[in-house]
């Protein structure tokens, strides 16, 4: 699923002119429709799953996503030169499991977020919320940070009803 969001973000990110760029469309993935569907009996928002996770480390990355036909969020973390992924129960906002990352795809995603935020002024939190108070009505679903022209920004992911909208939003 990272190399998926990791491609949705590259995509977003050469579609940025300006302060904020949005895009709307219809589900385009089974995933995605299923998450939205899902996504309907979270309790918690993915604002709180990053406030939550910040007993890892410093999130860097954060999703809905489906694993194994359920609903998870997860969150990317970083303490030191550590990676963690880190689940956080969307029902309760308590942290479940915590897993190192070590290599492959995952560990190349976290490595390149971790250098979006190093030069972040602002927190992937903040951007969540600017971006879901621009969007009325709307729930987040992830926010994955980027270097675009050397400027750190990150492309969050909205859910409204059968569409789902991508917003840039500036982090320095």
């Known amino acids: ?17 300006g302060g904020q760029a949005a895009r709307a469309q ?7 429709a299923a998450v939205a569907k899902a996504l309907k009996d979270a309790k918690v928002t993915l604002q709180q ?4 996770s910040q007993h890892e480390g410093t999130p860097i990355s954060g999703k809905f996503e489906m694993e194994h036909e359920k609903l998870q969020l997860s969150v990317y973390t970083m303490k030191g030169k550590q990676f ?4 956080v129960d969307y029902t309760t906002g308590k942290v479940t499991e915590t897993e190192a990352i070590t290599g492959g795809d ?5 490595q390149a977020q971790h250098a979006a935020m190093a030069k972040a002024k602002k927190g992937l939190r903040a951007a969540v919320e600017a971006a879901v108070k621009a969007n009325a009505g709307s729930r987040a679903v992830s926010v ?5 022209d050397g400027h750190p920004v990150s492309t969050v992911t909205l859910a409204k009803g059968d569409a789902i909208t991508t917003v840039s939003e500036k982090l320095d």
Request: no cysteine; glycine share 8%; proline share 5%.
């Open 144 to 148: 994955i940070p980027a270097l675009k």
């Open 26 to 32: 219809t589900y385009g993935s089974p995933e995605e």
């Open 1 to 17: 699923m990272w190399k998926y969001m990791t491609a949705m973000l590259a995509l977003a990110v050469l579609g940025i002119v």
């Open 106 to 110: 995952d560990l190349a995603a976290a």
């Open 49 to 52: 799953g990053l406030t939550a």
């Open 84 to 87: 963690t992924e880190v689940i």
